[in-house]
């Protein structure tokens, strides 16, 4: 009877934890990005700051200091897609920054989504943007070049020539929407259409030497450069 009632007993415990785990809500991004979206949302944001929105590739820089500027913030998520940028608007608009520097859409590529796809979950978050914050200057930025050379990164790599379609069609809806679209592409690319090797190691990501071109190429449009 004993031996009974503990077999009972541990299934019961089985079933509620099951239950429990059944009602925990599926996560739509990884552990990581939830870190970073819900530090955003506990640090003030003001009209006087510039944001830099996007994944791994803003998120890797210390923005701040590359320009000597207090009011500029990184708000970049590594593996940051389209979607999770428009979900953690709110965070970032509600301060009504004085200027968004945005670079979305490389890490849609390896999930399969088509040129289209990409510019249509570009263009929503534009829309938010000018939307909620229609004092904000918003930038648009290109995507960068990939290069497979290293092999890593295969899921972006594998369609690194996909890139120049993508950027046709940002450029298209940043002239639609009147808004400044900077190309960053053709500054790192080599003449394949590749990011160039004196800019990374893995294909992918920037070294320093990236960051201070990309430093140079949105000097001109930063508030109080």
Not at 79 to 101: C, E, H, N, S
Not at 179 to 185: K, S
Request: net charge neutral; aromatic share 10%.
């Amino acid at each position: 009877m004993k031996h009974t009632l503990l077999l009972l007993a541990a299934y019961i415990f089985a079933a509620a934890i099951v239950q429990a785990q059944d009602k925990t809500p599926a996560r739509k991004y990884s552990t990581y990005y939830y870190q970073r979206a819900s530090l955003f949302e506990k640090l003030p944001v003001t009209s006087e700051d510039i944001l830099f929105v996007g994944n791994s590739l803003t998120d890797g820089a210390e923005w701040a200091e590359l320009f000597q500027n207090k009011h500029i913030k990184n708000r970049g998520i590594s593996g940051d897609m389209t979607d999770g940028v428009y979900d953690r608007l709110p965070a970032l608009l509600q301060g009504k920054p004085a200027q968004i520097f945005l670079l979305i859409g490389t890490n849609d590529i390896p999930r399969g989504k088509s040129v289209e796809d990409i510019a249509a979950g570009i263009h929503k978050i534009i829309k938010k943007i000018k939307q909620d914050s229609p004092r904000t200057q918003l930038f648009v930025q290109s995507l960068l070049p990939l290069n497979p050379q290293y092999n890593m990164f295969p899921g972006h790599v594998a369609r690194w020539e996909i890139i120049p379609d993508i950027n046709r069609a940002i450029e298209q809806i940043a002239r639609e929407e009147n808004l400044t679209y900077i190309d960053l592409f053709s500054r790192f690319a080599d003449s394949e259409g590749k990011l160039k090797g004196e800019y990374t190691n893995d294909g992918l990501h920037l070294l320093g030497s990236g960051y201070l071109l990309w430093k140079e190429i949105i000097t001109p449009y930063l508030e109080g450069e």
